[in-house]
Nanobody
């Protein structure tokens, strides 16, 4: 499965963006999907994940209540709706797919399909 992320850009603090990640070469219906991000000079960190049944989503504490992860099976696309953006959300955002066990949902090493990243810049 190949993943193509898009939707990044420059936005003012308090604004919103929706990131998309389109899958090709297969379906990610059977995968757990996730978003990670990497700020300049920092490690890639977990943002959000949702299981293959779309009934359990998990978020890192700093984005809870502001970000929503979802997928459209018919479109073979996953999304990250980001509201109330803050300057500290500035990063390259990566979509990922895999089959992690429950204890590894936020572990980047548990995901083996990755998109190329899309840059989100939030100005203050």
């Amino acid at each position: 499965v190949q993943l193509q992320a898009s939707g990044g850009g420059l936005v003012q603090a308090g604004g919103s963006l929706r990131l998309s990640c389109a899958a090709s070469g297969g379906t990610f219906r059977s995968y757990t999907i996730a978003w990670f991000r990497q700020a300049p000079g920092k490690e890639r960190e977990f943002v959000a994940t949702i299981n293959r049944n779309n009934n359990n989503a998990y978020y890192t504490d700093s984005v809870k209540g502001r970000f929503t992860i979802s997928r459209d099976i018919r479109e073979n696309t996953m999304y990250l709706q980001m509201n109330s953006l803050k300057p500290e959300d500035t990063a390259v955002y990566y979509c990922a797919a895999g089959r992690p066990i429950l204890s590894s949902l936020s572990d980047r090493n548990a995901y083996y399909h990755w998109g190329q990243g899309t840059l989100v810049t939030v100005s203050s």
